[in-house]
């Protein structure tokens, strides 16, 4: 099986496992949503700021329980299923990319879901060419699905993965937040969002060159 | 030619000596048993075998290939593998979770459909694993590896949660293996019931094998 078809049948497979468990969502996207609406309840009736802060809290948002979400996701192969996946001799760069894009599609499918809600809850006074922001907020969740099935399974059967994995996650996961809500604040003030957008892609390049150079000793040690 | 060499292999968790200097070869056509109590290193000796760990010292050769070097990654994909739990996705189907190690090792689904029939499991094909008796995913686990044909077989416990038609089946896939020139590995904690499966039957003891 070549490199493409073994990368579909794993994204196929987890896919198909979060359709039957409805984890993302049944469980994390209300819960999203409800961080997304507490917000405004907290900032009061400056109805300013709250405009203001939208996209930024949005970012927030998406950022943490995207988190949850690959972490989750990756978490539901273990040791002994994993041991037989090597043993058929899948190419783990193939597996990693695979589960990557699953998460991939969970975390799009939350930030399509969170980004009307924070349209409704925020009012927030978007530019007129606002949908230009997509393209670096869609890579930017595709940089967030990287980072965490990366972190995920650099943290695979330790006993600490809970605590090791948000601290992991933070750093690598900076420039993706950053250019993901500094686009549209570019757009708004007249700028262009081409820097946050070759930020982002610089990001996704990286993080998929670390994620084929560890594949293999991640797998190693994980059987 | 061997399939499986052991030369004074040594293995250990942290500070815990698990295999202590295990000498062991094993021949194309020959089903070995390892017996042991719980705790003994069976399960660790066998994922040595199956290249999935590396010793800490000592040398381990299998299908020619020595494990923890590049060529282990080549010959994987002929070693077949069951171990304690049935490695089912619990959200996937039967027919599902053998499609998906189908295609995997690039085969056919039909091999998949195929080796469900073979293990009495198509009329249970399209249930969810996670409502799967341990006995049905047991049998599932063992129609992937009837469908993958591995030249090296290890069985982990392979008796235990099977009814005796399951045991036919185990006895017949390991059949089926040292006919086509390969070898079976099993580790068992009941040594009775495991000479019933196998050729010779040897015993790991303070992490060395004996026979």
């Not at chain 1, 998406?62 to 996946?85: C, D, G, Y």
């Not at chain 1, 907020?137 to 940089?143: C, E, N, R, S, Y």
Request: a neutral charge.
């Amino acid at each position: 099986m070549n490199f493409g078809r073994q990368v579909a049948e794993f994204c196929r497979r987890d896919l198909l496992t979060e359709r039957r468990a409805g984890e993302v969502i049944s469980i994390v996207t209300p819960f999203g949503a409800v961080a997304l609406m507490s917000f405004p309840l907290a900032f009061g009736i400056d109805s300013a700021l709250i405009s203001r802060v939208g996209p930024a809290v949005f970012w927030v948002v998406v950022f943490l329980f995207t988190m949850q979400i690959a972490l989750r996701h990756s978490a539901a192969e273990r040791p002994h299923q994993r041991a037989v996946i090597a043993l058929l001799g899948v190419d783990p760069f193939a597996r990693l990319m695979g589960r990557t894009l699953a998460a991939a599609v969970l975390i799009l499918v939350f930030m399509a879901v969170l980004f009307p809600a924070m349209i409704l809850f925020y009012s927030p006074d978007l530019p007129e060419a606002w949908p230009l922001a997509l393209v670096p907020g869609v890579l930017a969740g595709i940089g967030l699905a990287q980072v965490g099935t990366l972190a995920a399974e650099i943290t695979a059967g330790l006993r600490t993965r809970t605590t090791l994995a948000p601290l992991i996650v933070a750093p690598l996961a900076v420039p993706l937040l950053i250019a993901g809500s500094q686009a549209l604040e570019s757009l708004a003030s007249g700028g262009s969002i081409l820097p946050w957008t070759v930020l982002v892609v610089a990001t996704d390049l990286a993080l998929a060159v670390i994620g084929a150079a560890i594949a293999r000793p991640l797998e190693e040690a994980s059987l | 030619m061997t399939i499986v060499r052991l030369r004074n292999v040594q293995l250990r968790f942290g500070s815990t000596p698990v295999l202590t200097g295990v000498d062991l070869d094993i021949y194309p056509g020959e089903r070995v048993g390892v017996a042991g109590p719980n705790g003994s290193g069976k399960s660790t000796l066998l994922s040595v075998i199956a290249t999935l760990r590396s010793p800490t010292s000592g040398e381990a050769r299998v299908l020619d290939a020595t494990v923890g070097g590049p060529q282990a990654y080549g010959v994987r994909r002929l070693i077949g593998w069951s171990g304690h739990e049935p490695a089912l996705f619990e959200e996937l189907t039967l027919r599902e979770n053998l499609h998906h190690f189908a295609r995997l090792a690039g085969l056919d689904i039909a091999e998949a459909d195929r080796a469900l029939h073979q293990v009495g499991l198509e009329g249970a094909a399209d249930r969810r694993a996670r409502v799967c008796s341990n006995g049905m995913r047991r049998r599932a686990d063992l129609a992937r590896l009837l469908m993958t044909r591995p030249r090296l077989l290890l069985l982990d416990e392979a008796h235990a949660g099977l009814d005796a038609d399951a045991i036919a089946i185990v006895d017949a896939l390991s059949r089926r293996t040292v006919s086509a020139g390969g070898a079976v590995v099993m580790v068992s904690h009941d040594r009775m019931e495991m000479e019933k499966l196998v050729d010779r039957v040897l015993t790991l003891r303070d992490g060395r094998v004996e026979p």
